[in-house]
């Protein structure tokens, strides 16, 4: 059932102006598409074709052990050295490849040397504490450069990152560093958020004593206070730059295309986080054509994606991509709203931002403030604006398209997920718009929404989304585990050999695609993805909880939160202490995004015979609506 369901499609129209699509770089994007399903490998071959490779590919797509596809096969590349190394052979060198901005106001410029020497300087570290081609490292950091160095110094040495989300706690980063194995992990001592220090070094010493396999874990030193150094474990970044071993050059490692470039932990249906696992082939030429086509990167643009680097979204639009294209990208450390609602918009004002991608749920929150924080600063070098994580209703998005692009600026809707490692549905700035649809595939992806046989739905009618071929960015395995990447993804249309997505969709008659939301146990909280099983599991390991049960409900900025159901063990009482008590648990056991929004102690859940909660039956309830088909409720 799906979590979230949004108005109906409207059939609203918004066109680019003339000069969006004289200067767009994909002007016809029927051609294009057309051009990619005459010739697939043959199209991917000529956009990888743009990047530099150590040794070409004897096959562009192996699917003879599908859904196992290998791409770019024999290659060898590093795509650290398509990030970095080619650039500082050219005028590039001098460019600004990050500009960054911390909460309190300090600020930092990175230009493409600059960043070069940063990641070869602290490669060669990880090299000195014997970071070696394969092993795991686990960075668990706040939004900034050193966040960025970490993960390309690790791609340079062939090493495979896991960046966990600054917001988890100590619990999920030590169950991320167990599965990786990782022996090193890097993180700060704090970081800055509403002006607050968020404590991320207590996390890291709580998490390394549940998971003891970390050896060495380099600090750093971002917010300045107390924290606890262990001697022979715990290492400051900035002595470890400072050693002679931090030389300011080192060659990108020959890595095969397939070579893992990293994990990154989502949640799926069950209470344990899946490792989808990118390489450095594909990936890097699926996250680089996609920027290009969608948000149209030229070499005078000033690029912020405001998403944390901790997600797909961060790692493909503010590290990946951006950097292989050669831009300017932004990095913002903090709180949008800190210490006022114009903070976003001063940013977009002082660097002369020209295209802003962000996420629903930011832009509802910053809706809320009112139209004057925006309309005090010059918002004039906007051109292109972008959306993802949820579906974006459509009053939102006229905000958005009015009050911050004075309806000069498209929006540009992308539709993925952590497992494509790039924009899947997207439009590109040249064709027309509707609010709410992420429009049409990209050029080289296949979508269709079929019913639950394959057979493909009409206009209008729900079904499943799902992707009919592979594409270069799509993630390989889950990490450790590759007969759930099987069961997850491929199973459900095994005969066809399609993915499954876990959202439901819908077309219209133009062909657009309506993303109404997730169809599986997953809810969205704020953009972040949330398995209902995991929260559970959280609260059923508090000594008061015999079982739980969870359901997303619609939230006017969230998207959606969480209400939680518990019974608790014989005898016991609830209270509001025990209230506090349990959020404060999840707090610990998953992070402050998985805190439930309400909880309420019941004395039974609704059950199927087989013993499955019925978890649409909580959501009809709490929901008013009707309860539907009840004929598989155990009495
Ligand atoms: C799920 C994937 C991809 C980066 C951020 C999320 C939802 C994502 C959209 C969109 C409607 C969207 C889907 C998807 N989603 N973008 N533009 N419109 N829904 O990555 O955490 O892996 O979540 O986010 O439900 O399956 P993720």
């Not at 992420?438 to 080289?444: H, M, V």
């Not at 657009?512 to 995991?534: C, H, M, P, Q």
């Not at 969870?550 to 005898?571: F, H, N, Q, W």
């Not at 609830?574 to 019941?602: C, M, Q, T, W, Y």
Request: charged content about 25%.
């Amino acid at each position: 059932m799906a979590q979230e369901t949004f108005a109906p499609p409207v059939s609203e129209w918004y066109y680019p102006s003339d000069s969006v699509k004289e200067n767009a770089i994909v002007r016809d994007y029927e051609s294009l598409y057309a051009e990619a399903q005459g010739d697939l490998e043959g199209f991917w071959a000529r956009q990888a074709e743009k990047l530099d490779w150590f040794a070409p590919w004897e096959k562009v797509l192996d699917a003879s052990e599908a859904p196992f596809y290998k791409w770019f096969v024999g290659a060898k590349t590093n795509i650290a050295y398509n990030a970095l190394d080619r650039h500082i052979k050219t005028w590039r060198r001098n460019k600004l490849a990050l500009v960054w901005e911390g909460e309190p106001g300090d600020k930092q410029t990175f230009s493409y040397w600059r960043l070069w020497r940063e990641v070869n300087k602290f490669a060669n570290v990880l090299k000195g504490m014997g970071v070696r081609k394969g092993d795991r490292v686990t960075v668990y950091m706040g939004r900034v450069p050193e966040l960025v160095i970490a993960m390309l110094a690790c791609a340079k040495i062939g090493a495979v990152h896991s960046v966990v989300y600054g917001g988890f706690s100590e619990h999920a980063l030590a169950d991320r560093i167990e599965d990786a194995q990782s022996r090193v992990l890097i993180t700060c001592d704090g970081a800055w958020l509403r002006g607050n220090i968020v404590r991320l070094k207590d996390v890291v010493d709580e998490a390394v004593r549940r998971s003891p396999i970390v050896e060495t874990v380099i600090v750093v030193k971002r917010t300045a206070h107390d924290i606890a150094m262990e001697q022979g474990r715990d290492y400051w970044y900035h002595d470890l730059m400072a050693l002679p071993i931090a030389n300011g050059n080192c060659e990108s490692v020959e890595m095969d295309a397939e070579d893992p470039l990293f994990i990154l932990y989502t949640s799926g249906t069950t209470g344990k986080p899946k490792g989808i696992l990118h390489t450095h082939g594909g990936y890097q030429v699926y996250t680089s054509a996609t920027l290009e086509w969608v948000f149209d990167l030229k070499d005078e643009d000033r690029w912020w994606c405001a998403a944390d680097p901790g997600w797909i979204t961060g790692h493909s639009y503010i590290v990946y991509g951006p950097l292989i294209l050669g831009a300017t990208s932004i990095l913002y450390e903090g709180a949008p709203n800190q210490p006022y609602p114009n903070r976003w918009w001063k940013i977009v004002e002082e660097y002369g931002v020209t295209v802003l991608y962000t996420a629903p749920t930011a832009i509802r929150g910053l809706m809320r403030f009112g139209d004057a924080w925006p309309n005090r600063h010059d918002l004039s070098s906007l051109r292109l604006l972008g959306s993802v994580g949820e579906p974006i209703n459509p009053e939102a998005w006229r905000w958005f398209y009015k009050v911050i692009g004075k309806e000069r600026c498209p929006i540009m809707d992308t539709w993925w997920q952590t497992e494509t490692g790039g924009f899947m549905i997207s439009p590109v700035p040249s064709v027309g718009l509707k609010p709410g649809s992420a429009t049409r595939p990209i050029p080289g992806v296949e979508v269709d929404v079929v019913d639950d046989h394959g057979v493909p739905c009409p206009p209008g009618v729900d079904g499943n989304l799902v992707i009919k071929q592979p594409w270069p960015g799509m993630l390989r395995t889950v990490y450790k585990d590759p007969d759930r990447f099987v069961k997850q993804y491929w199973t459900t249309y095994q005969d066809q050999g399609w993915y499954i997505t876990g959202d439901s969709a819908r077309k219209d008659d133009d062909g657009y695609f309506w993303i109404i939301g997730r169809n599986d146990d997953v809810i969205k909280v704020s953009g972040y993805r949330l398995g209902t099983a995991e929260v559970e599991s959280g609260l059923v390991s508090h000594p008061a909880v015999a079982e739980a049960a969870v359901i997303g409900m619609p939230d006017e900025v969230r998207g959606s939160v969480i209400y939680a159901y518990c019974i608790l063990k014989a005898g016991l009482e609830g209270s509001d202490a025990l209230l506090d008590e349990l959020k404060n648990h999840i707090r610990h056991e998953i992070g402050p995004i998985a805190v439930p929004a309400r909880i309420e102690f019941v004395p039974q859940l609704p059950k199927t015979r087989s013993g499955k909660i019925m978890r649409r039956v909580l959501k009809a309830r709490a929901t008013g609506q009707p309860e539907g088909d009840l004929s598989t409720l155990e009495e």
